[in-house]
């Protein structure tokens, strides 16, 4: 109760949800003695797969003792899922404290809810100055809270595509922008560019970054990985091939995510990672409503044998590879949606292909959220799609039969949802 009252609090500070500028966290920072100058980061960035990438870094740092403060968002669960220090992710009296300083130090000045938030990471570091740092940036990059920092260890870039364009000008909505904004203020040190949908957003990329001093490396010249065994991939930079037995993670994208982790911690050499450590780390990586497979609850409950998947991918590219997913799995696939207003809910369901039912739902206390029924309007052309309330409802119309398979997915917000009643 403590917890929510502050961030209740934190939440009225400033009239938008989401103002991309930095001055107010960098004058609430000043304030705090700039925490953010004193850590060793690790900065990821792009539209998809930040999350599975930090979860195979800090899965690898871990097998090494390497202890990582971890900041990511949105939460899933619980907001202390943001904040994640010495390994552990922070405690409610602990996270209420750290909040109420900060709060007292900014002093009622306007300040965006996430700015708090990130500021409070920065702040909550100091206790934990040795530990290396995972940081994720989003939406924006150039106008991201998180993206105030001097100096850092090294960049991503995970795959970009087209997300928030409700952010950008209606005259340039466009894939080049998002790149421009998420690369342009990329720090000096190392540069590792994943692998992207297509040689047209890499060429971008480079472009984008052809004027950086940094260190540059690019899936498939300077590492790559090829699949040989049903159990195993092979991967190679300059310094060595490695056998690696495959993630845990389901889906072919969590091993370009598991490289692009793996070629980062290779090129940082002051980062003493050995090949026993990434092996382990790769297959013990987990990564929360990410084409998870769940496996018990009770909504899990009501289907018994059939096999059950909550993925929270929201945008095209997330569509994409979660549906060369479903196409490599012999089964009749239901799915399940509920979406956020501003995205784009066609294209996003233009990647699905043969699939055998189609339930719009509502998300519930989301108010940026597109209602079920308006949401089915929009996929009128897809066959066998129905709206019903609520996700129980949902599962409970979908007539399974042996071995069919059900997928619940399109927005962060649903799978926590899910969470809560399961």
């Not at 899936?219 to 040989?228: P, Q, S, T, V």
């Not at 003493?272 to 009770?298: F, Y």
């Amino acid at each position: 109760m403590k917890l929510q009252k502050i961030v209740n609090r934190l939440q009225k500070l400033h009239p938008k949800e989401i103002d991309l500028s930095l001055d107010r966290i960098k004058n609430l920072c000043e304030k705090l003695g700039n925490p953010q100058d004193e850590i060793n980061c690790i900065q990821v960035c792009g539209t998809n797969g930040k999350g599975s990438t930090i979860s195979f870094l800090r899965s690898i740092l871990k097998e090494a003792n390497i202890k990582c403060n971890i900041y990511t968002s949105p939460h899933v669960i619980r907001i202390n899922e943001r904040f994640i220090y010495n390994d552990e992710m922070i405690s409610d009296d602990d996270l209420s404290n750290l909040l109420n300083e900060i709060e007292e130090v900014n002093n009622g000045q306007p300040l965006t809810y996430f700015e708090a938030l990130t500021a409070a990471f920065f702040y909550g570091c100091n206790r934990y100055k040795q530990n290396l740092v995972l940081a994720e940036f989003g939406l924006f990059g150039r106008g991201d809270a998180v993206n105030i920092l001097k100096k850092n260890l090294c960049n991503i870039v995970t795959s970009c595509s087209e997300d928030h364009l409700d952010w950008l000008p209606k005259d340039n909505r466009n894939i080049e922008r998002i790149i421009f904004e998420k690369t342009s203020s990329l720090l000096n040190s190392n540069i590792v560019v994943a692998k992207q949908s297509s040689e047209e957003i890499t060429e971008c990329i480079k472009k984008n970054i052809s004027n950086s001093s940094a260190n540059k490396y690019y899936f498939n010249e300077n590492y790559n990985f090829i699949l040989k065994e049903d159990d195993f991939f092979y991967y190679e930079d300059k310094y060595g091939n490695l056998k690696i037995p495959r993630p845990n993670l389901n889906g072919h994208f969590q091993i370009e995510n598991a490289s692009t982790a793996i070629a980062t911690l290779r090129i940082l050499k002051n980062i003493k990672i050995k090949d026993q450590h990434i092996k382990n780390g790769v297959q013990k990586a987990h990564n929360i409503a990410r084409l998870e497979e769940i496996k018990s609850g009770k909504l899990k409950g009501l289907i018994k044998n059939n096999r059950l998947f909550l993925d929270s991918s929201h945008n095209p590219g997330g569509a994409k590879v979660l549906n060369e997913f479903l196409q490599t799995l012999d089964c009749n696939k239901h799915v399940i949606i509920g979406m956020m207003a501003n995205k784009d809910h066609e294209k996003y369901i233009s990647y699905f292909k043969n699939i055998s039912s189609l339930t719009t739902i509502d998300i519930p206390n989301q108010p940026n959220a597109i209602g079920g029924e308006e949401l089915k309007n929009k996929f009128k052309d897809i066959p066998n799609v129905k709206y019903k309330k609520n996700i129980k409802e949902a599962i409970e119309s979908i007539p399974l039969k042996e071995n069919d398979l059900l997928v619940i997915t399109g927005s962060l917000y649903l799978s926590g949802e899910f969470f809560n009643l399961n």
